[in-house]
């Protein structure tokens, strides 16, 4: 196979300028071509602009900055594309229209060229379908902005040869990119990974656990991510993320683990998209977010007997270690006392079901989640059953909070917020990796640098908090919900089962 030194690309939209300028950059000449001509034009001069910015700030030499334009040739017809190793289609997400350019593309271009599809949701199988050769078609999937995204996915259709795949993996690495490799399956494995956070969000929501800035302030407060769920869903714009929910759900045959939820539906019939718009699960003024207060902390009462239910081992050792720290000696008793506040430190299951199963007094019960740990600073959540009394509520927020650490008080949740969100990240890798769809390192890369999750990548994370306790999260989930959603996937039982890492395949292949 010839290496590739030359290579075109089909729309100069926002994708197919990104993908010529690594590909410039990277000393690779590029055909650029548009239906619309006036499109490769302003591709053009943007790309002449991003470098002069490049040259400003020293990051590049005005040499390099001519030399890289003019690598960028404008194509005024497909035909100018014969001598390529490689198209890059980035057009519109049409399946028939990419159908017609690949069979047009096959009669111009050489035997050996590969046509690689950058589609997000398009079967690059059923791209393939439609060429004489679809041993040569292959997806390369690159997000925006391409020059600061650095990760790109190699999609293999059912009927593509590997040797074309391994060429753009090259390629990508020579362009300064991360390639990974997926099965051609509904999403990918970044589209397919984001599934989790948008959707388990969106549930909370949906059952009142808590108001969409409080989810939010969790998700980045105690489980550590950039943004929660509706932060990102207004930066995406719900036009966008709620036909792509739809449209996985639907793909995977009703796969409960990806159900949507009616708010999106509501929201994005009502205009309510997100910035774009100024509105979405957030106002903004002048781009900015409107930021909702933190709720103010209650007085703590004079005295306050504090029993730490025992039932949740690493729960119980987390609490009641906190509490040291806060100055206060939990009541050791096997029963709580009777005027004392009762603790409980589930894993997936709601406040009101512990309270059932060990009759404990439900007004002066708070649950504590322990799941992330409880270092000063890192944000606390405490959830309340609907019994659970003011008094008793004020005086768990006020104790949790003596540190100064920021406290969430939250309705009854099977999971609180971060479990519940975390577990199902942590569960829908699990199962790209048992479907076979990427090694469980492209996992990793692919969730970490396509959507900047924390701690190296979901599988990694699930190792990092303990993958038998994201799998009794999940079964207390399962149990008190009796939702098929929070089944556990194959990977992550077995791989408990086995005292083996997350990121371990069979021994044997
Ligand atoms: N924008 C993103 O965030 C993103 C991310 C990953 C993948 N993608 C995928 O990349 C592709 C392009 O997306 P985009 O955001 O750059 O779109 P865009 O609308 O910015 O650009 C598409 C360009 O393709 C041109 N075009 C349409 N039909 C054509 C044809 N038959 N031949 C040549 N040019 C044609 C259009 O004139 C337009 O300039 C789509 O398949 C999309 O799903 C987009």
Redesign the pocket.
């Known amino acids: 196979m010839r290496d590739i030194d030359i290579i075109g690309v ?7 300028r990104g993908i010529a300028q690594i590909a410039a950059q990277a000393g690779i000449t590029v055909r650029l ?4 001509p006036e ?1 490769v034009t302003a591709a053009r001069e943007a790309l002449q602009a991003v470098w002069n910015r490049l040259v400003e700030k020293q990051r590049m030499t005005a040499d390099e900055a001519q030399a890289s334009l003019e690598r960028v040739v404008p194509c005024s017809s497909l035909n100018d594309m014969a001598d390529v190793d490689l198209v890059v289609e ?4 049409r399946l028939d ?1 990419k159908e ?2 690949f069979r047009k593309l096959e009669d111009i271009v050489g035997p050996d060229c590969i046509l690689a599809s ?4 398009l079967s690059i199988t059923a791209i393939a379908a439609a060429c004489k050769n679809p041993a040569r078609v292959v997806g390369y ?4 902005p391409v020059p600061l995204m650095k990760v790109v996915e190699v999609i293999d259709g059912a009927r593509s040869h590997p040797q074309y795949g391994d060429a753009l993996m090259a390629l990508a690495r020579r362009m300064g990119h991360t390639p990974v490799r997926a099965k051609d399956m509904p999403g990918f494995i970044v589209n397919h990974g984001g599934r989790g956070m948008n959707i388990e969000g969106l549930k909370t929501a949906q059952e009142c656990v808590a108001p969409f800035h409080v989810i939010d302030a969790i998700m980045r407060g105690q489980a550590g991510f950039r943004m929660g769920p509706f932060e990102l869903m207004d930066l995406t714009g719900l036009d966008v993320s709620h036909p792509v929910m739809e449209s996985i759900y639907q793909q995977f045959y009703d796969e409960p683990r990806f159900r949507p939820s009616p708010i999106t539906a509501v929201r994005t019939a009502g205009g309510l998209l997100g910035r774009k718009t100024g509105e979405g699960f957030y106002r903004y003024q002048d781009g900015q977010k409107i930021v909702e207060p933190e709720a103010a902390v209650p007085a703590l009462p004079e005295t306050l007997n504090v029993w730490v239910a025992p039932y949740h081992s690493t729960g119980h050792r987390r609490a009641a270690a906190l509490l040291r720290e806060l100055g206060v000696e939990p009541v050791t008793s096997d029963e709580p006392p009777h005027d004392a506040l009762i603790i409980v430190t589930p894993y997936g299951e709601d406040t009101a079901t512990v309270v059932a199963q060990y009759q404990l007094d439900g007004r002066r019960t708070v649950a504590l989640d322990t799941f992330f740990g409880l270092e000063a600073g890192k944000r606390r959540v405490l959830m309340c059953s609907a019994a659970t009394t003011a008094q008793w509520r004020d005086a768990a927020h006020a104790l949790f909070a003596r540190d100064g650490s920021p406290v969430s008080v939250i309705a009854d949740s099977a999971g609180f917020v971060g479990q519940r969100i975390v577990a199902t990240i942590i569960n829908v890798a699990c199962d790209i990796a048992q479907q076979g769809i990427a090694t469980p390192e492209d996992i990793d890369q692919a969730i970490s640098l396509g959507l900047g999750y924390p701690g190296g990548g979901p599988l990694s994370l699930g190792d990092a908090l303990g993958s038998a306790h994201v799998l009794d999260v999940l079964r207390g989930m399962l149990r008190t919900t009796g939702d098929m959603r929070y089944r556990s996937s194959l990977w992550l039982q077995r791989r408990v089962q086995l005292g083996m890492s997350l990121r371990s395949e069979a021994a044997v292949a």
Do not use: C, R, Y
């Open positions: 089909a729309g100069a939209g926002a994708m197919g071509f548009d239906v619309q499109a980035a057009i519109v997400e229209i017609e350019l950058n589609t997000s949701s999937h690159f997000f925006n």
